[in-house]
């Protein structure tokens, strides 16, 4: 396969347990606009890598429709 799937759940990162985070792809020098809960899942191409910055929310009611 040309991609694995990678994931990072916050336990193995040292996160606490549903911290919803905003996730800026230090490479593309993008924020997704996706919010992750618990776990960043992501593909990634057999000979790539890729680096993010995860920062923690406090969600107002219009970001929770972003999670």
């Known amino acids: ?10 336990d193995d ?7 919803v985070v ?3 792809d230090l490479w593309k020098h993008a924020t997704l606009e996706k919010r992750f809960v618990n776990e960043l899942t992501i593909d990634v191409h057999h000979y ?6 995860l920062t923690p929310l406090t969600l107002s009611e219009e970001d929770e429709s972003k999670v």
């Open 1 to 10: 396969p040309e991609f694995r799937t990678i994931t990072a759940q916050w």
């Open 13 to 19: 990162i040292g996160l606490p347990p549903n911290t």
């Open 22 to 24: 905003e996730v800026r």
């Open 48 to 53: 790539a890598c890729k680096m993010f910055l």
